[in-house]
């Protein structure tokens, strides 16, 4: 029988992610933040009064075993001057089984149908009207997700407007587990949302199984700034109950000075360090690999090499 993992994240961090994980011998659940207020994602959510379905939609690309045609088709955005500008195809797709089903949750499964996936792919929360808020160090309140992350202050804490309804397939998948995994990406918007969640956190602290975290490779501007591997265990931390995360991994792929400088200008964004002196006196095993790779001129982890590491990990 296959072991059973539950990966938490959104964005392009978790479905890159799932595309090497899928290859190996697990039963995967992924569950995605449904709170993205930007893009075409904003625009649906506000016209259809929904759930966001941007994360959803790469991920289930990322999962899905058709034709590299078929998942192009999905990502496709549309360039027009009418109202169809800068929607991606496959968010109007789930909308569009959103509003046949009548469930979000049901509208992932047929699509997963049509995408040949054979993993689980589930929202956090059906709930519609889920807003993300964060108070800032100046004090200052910002509401919607893609406000808080355009905003210049730096996040003193997140928080709902009202607490979601955590699917009960979220919760059971949580208990049945024998891995948790928070994906690499944006703390505050793509993992944090999980965290902020009283049924999650208890349903965390139920478990006996492992939480490991996948460090990313450079900091976010404004949001995690000169942030080491240990800022981000503790970030993580904070966020979570009794169960504090066992494991987290981290890349010590050397980053060339010419490829540092160009994300630092272009981008302010800078590696995450690796501070072995603090790491050792933290309680979560620490495991490093040379895991990252170049594609499309940024880099990435190597999927399939974070992904064996992970299930080297689960395999012990």
Do not use: W
């Not at 190996?24 to 207020?37: E, K, M, R």
């Not at 009207?129 to 910002?142: C, Q, R, T």
């Not at 933290?282 to 992970?310: G, M, P, V």
Request: with cysteine.
């Amino acid at each position: 029988m296959n072991k059973k993992v539950v990966v938490f994240g959104g964005g392009t961090g978790l479905s890159y992610l799932l595309k090497g994980l899928k290859d190996f011998p697990l039963d995967i659940t992924a569950v995605i933040t449904v709170s993205d207020s930007g893009r075409s994602t904003g625009k649906l959510r506000k016209e259809f009064h929904a759930p966001a379905v941007g994360d959803i939609r790469k991920v289930l690309s990322s999962l899905s075993s058709t034709s590299s045609s078929i998942k192009d088709m999905l990502e496709y955005r549309f360039n027009t001057t009418s109202d169809l500008n800068g929607h991606a195809l496959g968010n109007l797709i789930l909308i569009s089984l959103l509003e046949i089903t009548g469930s979000l949750t049901e509208a992932i499964k047929q699509l997963s149908i049509l995408l040949d996936i054979k993993n689980k792919v589930l929202p956090l929360t059906e709930d519609a009207n889920i807003v993300l808020m964060a108070e800032m160090m100046d004090g200052s309140i910002v509401e919607e997700e893609d406000a808080i992350t355009k905003s210049e202050q730096k996040v003193k804490r997140l928080f709902y407007k009202e607490q979601p309804k955590v699917l009960d397939e979220v919760k059971e998948a949580i208990l049945d587990a024998d891995l948790i995994i928070f994906s690499m990406g944006s703390v505050y918007t793509s993992l944090l949302p999980h965290l902020i969640s009283k049924d999650i956190i208890k349903c965390f602290d139920k478990t006996k199984s492992p939480i490991m975290y996948l460090c990313n490779i450079v900091t976010q501007p404004g949001e995690t700034d000169n942030f080491t591997v240990s800022d981000h265990v503790n970030l993580i931390n904070s966020y979570l109950g009794s169960h504090k995360l066992d494991a987290v991994i981290a890349s010590n792929s050397k980053i060339s000075d010419e490829m540092a400088k160009r994300y630092a200008n272009d981008e302010r964004k800078d590696p995450v360090k690796i501070d072995y002196s603090v790491l050792s006196k933290l309680d979560a095993e620490f495991i490093e690999a040379d895991l990252l790779t170049i594609a499309d001129n940024t880099l990435k982890h190597h999927s399939q090499k974070l992904s064996a590491l992970i299930f080297s990990y689960l395999m012990r």
